[in-house]
């Protein structure tokens, strides 16, 4: 498969990022903020034991084996989904989209330049500093007043 490939599927992830709070956020008025991003979660899981039980090659054992940080995946995402269904009613997902997009990749970037949690090692360069000078210049603008 290509690196286009690739970027294709991570810009269709990002639409369902993008959606995603806005259906929660909706929920919530119905259920409750934690409660939404409870159903979100118990959903998602539900789908992804679907999965695992239909295709999955791997196995459970290696939680045994496995360090703190690498159980704070769940936790994180609960993090980020919960702020976006308090913060996207009142600034609008647009906005709240560009502080996020600028976060990961001011984040990934400097992940990337240290290879954090083992990943490879992708140097900092002129190129992704601009980039994401301009993602924060585009953050800005969108944010508004």
Do not use: Y
């Not at 702020?83 to 709240?96: D, F, S």
């Amino acid at each position: 498969m290509t690196n286009l490939f690739f970027f294709l599927t991570m810009f269709c992830a990002g639409i369902t990022i993008a959606v995603q709070p806005s259906i929660n956020a909706r929920l919530a008025q119905r259920v409750g903020v934690l409660e939404s991003s409870c159903i979100s979660f118990a959903v998602g899981t539900l789908a992804l034991l679907v999965l695992v039980l239909l295709t999955g090659k791997g196995s459970f054992r290696g939680l045994v084996d496995a360090t703190w940080w690498e159980w704070t995946g769940g936790l994180l995402g609960a993090t980020f989904v919960t702020a976006t269904i308090v913060v996207v009613p009142r600034i609008g997902t647009a906005a709240a989209m560009s502080a996020v997009i600028a976060a990961q990749l001011i984040t990934g970037i400097a992940l990337d330049q240290v290879g954090a949690f083992g990943m490879r090692v992708v140097p900092v360069d002129a190129k992704r500093v601009i980039g994401a000078l301009l993602l924060l210049a585009g953050a800005a603008l969108i944010k508004g007043n």
